[in-house]
């Protein structure tokens, strides 16, 4: 499967603790985003990569969240000391960039996060 | 900002039928991509269909299309001869030209195809 792969599908996560999501794109795509969707909601904005230079993030994204690209492949997203309201689908999506042309975006499935 | 707009949180089809999907959005920008996305139970969201701001021919794949207006910043999709694996969730979603590729995503609506 050369798609976008998200790990893992489904996370069950006590409030307060940490927990990581990781997200590999397709390979020979430099951009890397992350989305997150609420129930009833369209995905929202977070955070996204090129190679490994994170260019934007949301405001959507508290201190508590991190987003990594150490070698620009694959990325995680860590969520620190989770609150209920962090409980949504996360959504990782890469592209292919080359200053250009600007192409549409690959989704993962997504990592749905429960806090309870 | 930019905003999108889907006002119908949910529709139904008969199969075989047609159905379009209403979307609206705000942009100052004159040049901007719009697209459709589709995203079926537990399953990835896909592309649909893309529209670039500058070409004036609404775009077109196979049963689907868009109705582009422009100056009405309105940008509907009709599903022709619909079948029930086009069940799913329906997002429309904006994106700027230029290096910043992020997307602006409207609520969706959830298409139900009847047999």
């Known amino acids: 499967d050369t798609g976008v792969s998200q790990d893992p599908r489904h996370k069950i996560t006590k409030r307060g603790q940490n927990v990581t999501f990781r997200c590999d794109p397709i390979?020979?795509?430099?951009?890397l985003y992350w989305y997150r969707q609420t129930l009833g909601q369209g995905p929202e904005f977070l955070t996204y990569?090129?190679?490994?230079?994170?260019?934007?993030k949301s405001r959507l994204l508290s201190d508590r969240f991190s987003a990594e690209r150490p070698k620009g492949s694959f990325s995680t997203l860590e969520i620190q000391r989770t609150e209920q309201g962090d409980s949504a689908m996360y959504l990782c999506a890469s592209s292919p960039f080359t200053g250009l042309m600007n192409t549409e975006a690959f989704f993962g499935q997504g990592t749905r996060l429960t806090v309870v | 900002a930019q905003t999108v707009t889907q006002s119908q949180p949910e529709m139904s089809v008969q199969e075989a039928e047609t159905v379009t999907l209403s979307c609206t959005y705000d942009?100052?920008?004159?040049?901007?991509?719009l697209f459709w996305y589709k995203q079926p139970p537990s399953r990835q969201m896909i592309l649909v269909i893309r529209q670039e701001a500058y070409k004036q021919q609404n775009a077109t794949e196979n049963r689907f299309s868009v109705n582009f207006q422009k100056a009405a910043k309105s940008f509907s999709l009709k599903i022709s001869d619909s079948q029930l694996g086009d069940a799913a969730m329906y997002f429309c979603a904006y994106r700027p030209t230029g290096a910043n590729s992020k997307l602006t995503f409207g609520k969706g609506i959830t298409l139900s195809v009847r047999p």
């Open positions: 942009t100052s920008e004159s040049d901007y991509y």
């Open positions: 390979s020979e795509h430099n951009r």
């Open positions: 990569f090129q190679n490994e230079a994170q260019l934007e």
